[in-house]
């Protein structure tokens, strides 16, 4: 089951208010990614894209937190019965599937560690999983952000950046170009989009 569009923008903007931050446009930009990347494949539903798009941080509704933020909104959705987005709410940040390759703090109990390591590992990932991965990698609050300038800022914010988690993104970026036979910046608008 999944929300609508609009009961998803109202999910956010009731977020936001819990917890003010640039994390909002931040991800309305990856939605705006998403619904026009899916467009373009074809294959994908636009609307659904839009929907895990602006859902996929949900959980810093509850706070400031690094891995945290992925077991909060795993659980906030799965309360509310929004399975598939409670699993984009987990997968969008491990794109090789594991916690190895985590940037951040890991600030978790142990129970909200064991529930994030079990079900990514008995996550099943699809289009749509890969999808949000590449685009929570290319949104800023302000816009649309090159790939390797977007990880590249991140390294420099934390000291590190794993190769694995580097090639992974740029492979998921090719992906979709293929699939789309277009440049992905065109495709999203990253000259002129803005939240």
């Known amino acids: 089951m999944m929300p609508t569009r609009e ?6 903007a009731e977020a936001e208010k819990c917890n003010p931050g ?5 991800s309305r930009v990856a939605a705006h990614c998403a ?3 899916a467009r373009e494949c074809g294959n994908l539903d636009p609307d659904k ?3 895990l798009g602006l ?3 949900i959980g810093r509704k509850f706070g400031v937190r690094h891995l945290g ?3 909060d909104g795993y659980s906030y959705m799965m309360s509310l019965g929004y399975e598939e987005a409670a699993r984009i709410c987990l997968t969008h940040s491990f794109n090789s599937q594991t916690l190895d390759d985590y940037i951040g703090k890991f600030d978790t109990t ?3 560690l064991k529930l994030i390591q079990d079900t990514l590992k008995a996550a099943v990932m699809d289009e749509y999983d890969m999808l949000i991965q590449l685009c929570d990698s290319i949104a800023g609050a302000e816009g649309v952000l090159d790939i390797e300038e977007r990880m590249s800022d991140v390294k420099r914010r934390y000291g590190s950046y794993p190769q694995q988690k580097w090639d992974n993104n740029i492979k998921l970026k090719e992906h979709f170009e ?3 036979g277009r440049d992905i910046y065109t495709v999203v608008e990253k000259d002129t989009f803005r939240p």
């Open 7 to 12: 009961i998803a923008e109202e999910l956010l």
């Open 22 to 26: 640039p994390w909002g446009d931040h």
């Open 35 to 37: 619904e026009t990347i």
């Open 49 to 51: 894209a839009y929907i």
């Open 55 to 57: 859902l996929h941080d």
């Open 69 to 71: 933020h992925v077991s």
């Open 110 to 112: 142990p129970e909200e």
């Open 178 to 180: 293929e699939k789309m």
